[in-house]
DNA sequence: AAAATTATTTAGACAAATCTAAAAAATGAG
DNA sequence: CTCATTTTTTAGATTTGTCTAAATAATTTT
C-alpha cells in the first residue's frame, strides 16, 4: 500500500467528485475546484498518469484508473467516518464538520481508520447523508425505503411515490414535498401513525410539515 | 494564532524534549533525534530564530523563548490527548499509539482539541502517564498521593514512603518496591482492602504483588 | 473555413525542506 | 599553547508543489 502526498489526495478526491457528475474531467475545472491554476494541474495530472492513478491525454481531460478510484474512496471513507466523529462524538455541527474533516482525511494510518470506524459502530452515512465506504471501498447504496420506515433525524430525499393519482400530487403540492425534496422525520405520534417532517424547499428555507399515516405510506426516500 | 509547518513544529517539540534534560540543545543531538542531518538544523534554527521562536547564536546551540515553549506545549497537547483518545476510545496498545498521535498532532484546529478534550472528559495524564497541558499549557503537575487512592491501571511511580522503620523498609525490599518503582493497581479487595499490584522492576521484568492496607497507606505515589 | 476566443500545456522561476561536500569554529589532548 | 578532532555552519544542489507568462491546441463565431 502506497502512501500518496496531502496536494495528490486532494486532486485525487476532486476528480473522484467532478467525474461522477460529468465525464472526464477537464484542467480548468479542477484548477476552480482546488482554488488552484491550470498549470499546476498539468503538472500534477502528469505525476498522477506515471502513477498509473489516472488516465490523462494532453487536452482530453482525466479519468481515475481503477486503482486511482480505489484510493479515492479510501480518501472519502477517511473523510466521512472523521465528519461522523466530529459531529456525532464531539458534538460538531454539521457546517463545521467539513474543514476539520479536510485535514484529519490525510492521516494515514489504516489501523486508525479501521478502529475508528468500529468505535463508531460502523456507520452506513455521514451527517450530510453521504455513505461512507467500507473497508474494501465499497459504498452499501441507499435502498429506497418508506418515510415512515425512516430513522428520526436522518437526512433523506424524496425520491418516489408509489400512487401518482391528481389527489395525492395536489397534496404533496400543498405541503412542497417533491421528488428531491430534503426531509427528515422529527417525530411520529403513535395515536394516529402521523409524522412531523422538517423539510427543506427549494429556496433552502426549512419548514415543518404534519403527514398522514395514509400519506406518508406512498413517500418513498433515500438517504441523502 | 499563526500557524507552523509539520516540520517546524516537530524541531520545536524535539527541542522542547531535549531541552529539558540538558540545558541548551545541540545541534547534532537534534539532528540525531529527529533523524536528520545537522546541516538541515542549522537551516531549520535560523528559519524559527527569525520566528522569535528559540534563542540561537552560531555555535551556541537554541533554547526556546517564550513563545516557543507556549507553542511547544500546544503541540505536546494535542500528541498527548489523541494518545489518550486512541489507547481509552479506540482500544490501541500503549505501544502503537505514539506513531499515530505523532501524525495527529499536527491538525491545526484549535476547536478540535479542546472538544476533543472535553469528550475524553479532561484528562490529566496520557497513557504513558504523561501530563497533558491544559488550554493555557499549563502542566498540572502530579500530586502525592496515597496509593491507596490511585485510580486502577493508571501507570504511577514510588516517590516517598511516610513510615522508614526497618521492619516497613524489610517488608518493601522483600516484595521489591524501592522508590522510583513504576506500579499499577490492578485490584482493590474490598475484605480487607488489600491491593494487588503489577510492578515494573529495575531489570524491566513486570510482576505481581500484593500488599496489605497497612502497608498500602504508607506508600505515595506520583502519576509517571 | 478563417479569425477570434478559450483551454491547455510548456518553459522557466520560486519557496520550502532536505541533502552532500567543503569550510570554519570550537574543543580537547598532549 | 598548538595541533588534531569534533562540531557546526556555509555553499550549492535536489525534490515537491506551486506560480506567471508565453506558446500551442481546440473550439466557437462569423
Redesign the pocket.
Same mark, same amino acid.
Given at each position: 500500500m502506497v502512501n500518496y #502526498? %496531502? #496536494? &495528490?489526495e *486532494?486532486?485525487i478526491k476532486a476528480i473522484f467528485h467532478l467525474q461522477t457528475h460529468s465525464g472526464n474531467v #477537464? %484542467? *480548468? &475545472?479542477l484548477a476552480r475546484e482546488l482554488? %488552484?491554476?491550470?498549470? #499546476?494541474?498539468?503538472? !500534477? !495530472?502528469?505525476?498522477l498518469r506515471d502513477k498509473k492513478l489516472l488516465h @490523462?491525454q494532453? @487536452?482530453?481531460?482525466f479519468r481515475l484508473s481503477t486503482e486511482g478510484k480505489k484510493v479515492a474512496l479510501g480518501i472519502v471513507r477517511r473523510h466521512r467516518l472523521w465528519e461522523y466523529f466530529l459531529a456525532e462524538k464531539l458534538k460538531f455541527s454539521w457546517e463545521e464538520v467539513h474543514a476539520v474533516a479536510e485535514e484529519l482525511e490525510h492521516v494515514s494510518s489504516r489501523k486508525l481508520i479501521d478502529k475508528l470506524d468500529e468505535y463508531l459502530g460502523f456507520p452506513r452515512f455521514d451527517p450530510h447523508g453521504d455513505p461512507i465506504p467500507d473497508t474494501e471501498g465499497r459504498i452499501r447504496y441507499n435502498p429506497q425505503i418508506c418515510i415512515t420506515a425512516l430513522e428520526l433525524n436522518l437526512p433523506a430525499q424524496i425520491c418516489h411515490v408509489s400512487d401518482q393519482s391528481k389527489e395525492l400530487l395536489e397534496l404533496l403540492e400543498h405541503k412542497q414535498l417533491r421528488i428531491g425534496t430534503k426531509v427528515e422525520v422529527k417525530k411520529k405520534f403513535d395515536f394516529d401513525q402521523s409524522l412531523e417532517l422538517r423539510i427543506k424547499t427549494a429556496t433552502k428555507q426549512t419548514a415543518s410539515v404534519m403527514i398522514s399515516v395514509q400519506l406518508a405510506q406512498n413517500i418513498f426516500v433515500k438517504h441523502v
Open positions: #502526498s %496531502t #496536494s &495528490e *486532494n486532486h #477537464s %484542467t *480548468n &475545472e482554488r %488552484t491554476k491550470p498549470a #499546476s494541474v498539468t503538472d !500534477m !495530472m502528469k505525476k @490523462y494532453p @487536452y482530453q481531460g
